[in-house]
């Protein structure tokens, strides 16, 4: 009997070494996932060109505020850009999740280009179609306005186009619709020259 009081003991002893080990591998692994900082949201990076940049809760300056980014070059995690109220005479927007969640303007963004390249529209999935130049040297511009600054040209009839969305703009003839080309320029170009067959085309999304 005494034996086996002596076995009930070892035991014990031995579960009690065991258990405390595992509460020590316990704290000392929650200490370390402590420590590690946690990663940035995924996204392309780029960088804020002014200060006091706002960020906005939807693609309007009218929206709510929900953060001011206050030094020109404060990195920012892009997930993707859409089109919203003109900011500056500028219609592209980024949806950002770092360092706040929310929509800043293009036009505080350094990028040479708005859409900026490698930078995905905000429609899951990604939409694409097709059209032809209707006109000679069709332009395509930076903003759906006559007056934007030209990105590039449909040199001749038959010119294709890609687009991925369309926007109201600057009306050509009664036709308010342009369509934002990813191909052979970025930027957009009227409806009204365009081989849609009515506008907005039949299940272009907008942007």
Aim: proline share 7%; with cysteine.
């Amino acid at each position: 009997m005494d034996g086996a009081l002596s076995s009930r003991r070892v035991l014990a002893r031995r579960a009690a070494t065991a258990a405390a080990a595992i509460a020590a591998m316990l704290l000392l692994a929650s200490s370390a996932s402590a420590s590690v900082p946690a990663r940035p949201a995924a996204g392309r990076s780029l960088q804020t060109l002014f200060g006091t940049v706002r960020v906005f809760a939807r693609a309007s300056s009218h929206a709510s505020i929900r953060a001011k980014l206050k030094d020109a070059g404060t990195g920012v995690s892009v997930t993707c850009w859409t089109t919203g109220t003109d900011y500056k005479g500028m219609p592209i927007w980024y949806q950002i999740s770092a360092p706040a969640a929310g929509y800043i303007p293009a036009f505080n963004v350094d990028a040479h280009f708005s859409p900026a390249a490698g930078v995905p529209h905000c429609l899951t999935p990604a939409f694409s179609a097709q059209f032809y130049s209707l006109e000679v040297n069709l332009r395509i511009r930076r903003r759906p306005s006559t007056g934007a600054t030209i990105t590039g040209y449909l040199v001749s009839v038959g010119s294709k186009v890609k687009v991925d969305c369309f926007v109201t703009g600057n009306p050509i003839f009664g036709d308010a619709i342009w369509y934002h080309s990813r191909y052979p320029a970025i930027g957009y170009v009227t409806g009204r020259f365009l081989n849609t067959g009515g506008d907005p085309a039949p299940g272009v999304p907008r942007c």
